[in-house]
């Protein structure tokens, strides 16, 4: 439904909305309408104010100046549950199911009129019904411990369609998704439009813009860019209004200028049931990106050569020598580091300041002789890599946990880079950044094969995989499938190898 259809009043308002957190201006004068039955997508740099506005939409935050609007009323939440009964929900990239509930049992868990004291049958009735209306089919006696990230999100959704959800907001659905289920999470917020609910989509993946929303707003700084029609936008148009500057070619493969020494060599390594007979030669100044599904074991590669879950047989040469890793300890000594895709569990320390995150990996360059922290360099160091990788931060004494994910991938990247290694394995390393934010980062793993480092790069985005691999080796089901240069790589025949169709990427 485009807004000329729609009612006379906007189902959602902000009006002149600031927020402020002590001296950080995090919204400023920032007006939205939200109708029904559109698919309205929000886009922005990480720190743009996306998350406050969230806050603000479902009563976390109330604003500092402003207020929103419901049906044309003014509302001054009190809380989420206020905005819950107005018909206005959110729900993030990792789902907040009960794991040790049922489908059904977690889908009514909201719900003060209806709860668990209903029957078993109907519950299950009605449970039924509103998984039908979303368009996916579910056991509704399985335990949402063991669905998938897709399947607990239409749990998430199914549960605020019984609540009389009006508003949906999606923030970065898709972030964690493969390709087949990303695709049938669009489908349900289109269908969700359909039936007269507004859909707020906040996405870093413009296709998905393109695909599914009716109009697109842009925010940069906390404030209010654009709001168009889809079909009145571009993507070149949306990075510029995202960054405030033009971000040239961004997905153009600039050929790095690999030297003949080889860094890493890697013969017939293995893991029993994990992955088997992977070898490949990494040299100098070279990128090397493994393309692949999930399930294909790229990650678990990574974390042999980490030393993180050690390969069974196989042998690694580092740098002219035999290097077998029992332990990351190991690795970092070499000259080894591993830029996890999961930086809340391998990559940084939540709880612990932005400074001591940076220096964390190089702890030995900020102690002095009597093993003290030196606060004064250890801020010395960490201002540095503020600088150099944009990190917004003004207070670098803050928790790391209190950044944007782009900042947190900064943080971590500037850990790593602090220690000055020979071979970096970025693991999915722009996941959840933004487009200014990606280009960034590219323009890092650049600068450091340029350097004479050798980097290697797991990447699910083929568009990056196209842009940094100098070579792309494909990986499927633990296998080595073969190793493309890029000259010669296409989306389409990677994704060929990918999925095992072996004479249609022998025939590209």
Known sequence: MSPSDAPAAPVLRLVNVSKRFGATQALSDMSLEVWPGEVHAIIGENGAGKSTMIKVMTGIHAPSEGHLEVDGARVD??????????????????????????????????STREGLIQRRGDLHRRADELTQRIGMALDLDQLAAALTLAEQQAVEIARALSQDVRVLIMDEPTAALSAHEAEQLRGVAVRLARQGVAVIYISHRLEEIFEIADRVTVIRDGQHISTRPIAEVTSERMIAEMVGRE????????????????????????????????????????ILCMAGLIGARRTDVALALFGIAPAQSGTIRFKGEDFAPGRPRDAIAAGIAYVSEDRRKLGLAMPMSIRANITLATLRDVLSPAGLIQRRRELEIARAWRERLAIRAADLDLAVASLSGGNQQKVMLAKWLALKPDLLIFDEPTRGVDVG????????????????????????????????GDRILVMREGRVMDILANAEATQERIMALATGQTALAGAA
């Open 437 to 468: 934010a990606k280009a960034e980062v590219h323009g890092l793993i650049r600068d450091f094969v340029a350097q004479g480092g050798a980097a290697l790069v797991i990447s699910s985005d083929l568009p990056e995989v196209l842009a940094m």
């Open 77 to 110: 939440l009190r809380g989420p549950q206020e905005a819950r009964e107005l018909g206005i929900t959110a729900m993030y990239q990792e789902p907040m199911v009960f794991p040790d509930l049922d489908v059904a049992e977690n889908i009514f868990i909201a």
């Open 247 to 286: 971000v040239d070619h961004f997905f153009e493969h600039v050929p790095s200028k690999a030297r003949p020494e080889v860094v890493l060599e890697v013969r017939g390594l293995s893991r029993d049931a994990v992955f088997g007979d992977v070898s490949f030669d990494l040299h100098a100044g070279e």
